[in-house]
C-alpha cells in the first residue's frame, strides 16, 4: 500500500505512522525525522535544513523532493511506503504524482488527520522524542514523569522548533501551505478524513478500518 498521512504539526502523523506502518508491513518514511538526523549528523544538508526548522518554515521544495527521491527509490520502498511529512505543499505532491508515475504506481488514499487548533497545541506544547529509537512520548498523555524512553531506555528530549512562538508560526505555515492538500487529494479522489481525538489506539483502529478496503 501507497499511503500519505497529513494533518497539522502534532495531530498524531509521527504516532500513528509508527503503528500504521508496522501493521501494515511498510516502511515509515517521516521527512521530518529524516531531516533531524541530518542535523545531528551535522551533514551538509543538516546545515541547511537546520535554519528553515528552527524558524518553523519549510524546507526549501528542491532539497525535499531530492530526497525523498532518493528514499523511494530505495529497496524497500518499493513494494509500498507510508509518507508522514511529505507532500506538505501542493507543488511537492504535484512531483509525488510524477515520481510515482515514473515507477508505474500511484498513492492508493491519503488519510487527513482531524483534530482542533486547541488540541494541537497541547499535544506538542508536551511532545518529548527518544534520541535513542525515535519514539514519540507526550508528559501529560502518557504520564511521564522521568526523560527515560519506556521502549528502549534512551533518554527523551524537547524539539527545538516545540516552542510556542514557533508552533504558532508552524501552524500558519500549516494553513497557508499544507492545508490546500486536502483539497487537492479530495479532488484525486483518494482523501480520507480520520477522527485524531482520543486515546492513541482508537485512533489507530479508525485510521486501520478506514484502510482496509485498500489492504491486499
Ligand atoms: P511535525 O511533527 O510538527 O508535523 P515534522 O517533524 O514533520 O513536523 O517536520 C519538522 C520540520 O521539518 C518542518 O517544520 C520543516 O521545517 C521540515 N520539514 C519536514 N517535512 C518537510 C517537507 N515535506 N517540506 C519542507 N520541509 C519539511
Ligand atoms: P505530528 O507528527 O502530527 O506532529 P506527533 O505524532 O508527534 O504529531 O504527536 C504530537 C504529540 O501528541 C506527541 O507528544 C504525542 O505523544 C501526542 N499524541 C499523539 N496522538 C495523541 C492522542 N491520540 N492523544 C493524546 N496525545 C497524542
Known sequence: MRLVLVGPPG???????????????????????IFRANVSGGTELGKLAKEYMDRGDL???????????????????????????????VPQAEILKKMLEEFGAGLDIVLELVVDDEEVVRRLAGRRTCSQCGRIWHVDFDDKKDDICDACGGRLYQRDDDQEETIRHRLEVYQEQTAPLVSFYAHEGILVGVDATGPVEEVTQRAMESLSPFAD
Open 59 to 89: 524546507v526549501p521544495d528542491e532539497v525535499t523532493i531530492a530526497m525523498v527521491r532518493d528514499r523511494l527509490s530505495e529497496n524497500d520502498a518499493q513494494d509500498g511506503f507510508l509518507l508522514d511529512g511529505f507532500p506538505r505543499n
Open 11 to 33: 495531530a498524531g502523523k509521527g504516532t500513528q505512522a509508527q503503528f500504521i506502518a508496522s501493521n501494515l508491513s511498510i516502511p515509515k518514511i517521516s521527512t521530518g525525522d
